[in-house]
Nanobody, 115 residues
Framework: QVQLVESGGGLVQPGGSLRLSCVVSGSIFSIYDMGWYRQAPGKQREWVAYITPRTSTNYADSVKGRFTISRDNAKNTVYLQMNSLKPEDTAVYYC?????????WGQGTQVTVSS
């Protein structure tokens, strides 16, 4: 069974930065496009960014120029560097296969942007 363990969230002031990590086990991580998603209170989960095995990337317009996705296939880990954070970035962040999930979601990591 695939396990997804996200970490790195926290409380940060507007304009601050955080780096999220997601370790994936139980699957051949290196062959998949991997994505970061987020779900704000009262809203549906939305896609944020994805990265291919060859490290091509794409971003939602709302985070383009502020967030950077990367991966380390040797560590089965995908990262999300988040800079210039805004209150509207507040959400639980998840990683998963892109564009379709593994059929299972991890617990996510809470990001709160507030002064």
């Amino acid at each position: 069974q695939v396990q997804l363990v996200e970490s790195g969230g926290g409380l940060v002031q507007p304009g601050g930065s955080l780096r999220l990590s997601c370790v994936v086990s139980g699957s051949i991580f290196s062959i998949y496009d991997m994505g970061w998603y987020r779900q704000a209170p009262g809203k549906q989960r939305e896609w944020v960014a994805y990265i291919t095995p060859r490290t091509s990337t794409n971003y939602a317009d709302s985070v383009k120029g502020r967030f950077t996705i990367s991966r380390d296939n040797a560590k089965n880990t995908v990262y999300l560097q988040m800079n210039s954070l805004k209150p509207e970035d507040t959400a639980v962040y998840y990683c998963n296969k892109y564009p379709t999930s593994f059929g299972y979601w991890g617990q996510g990591t809470q990001v709160t942007v507030s002064s």
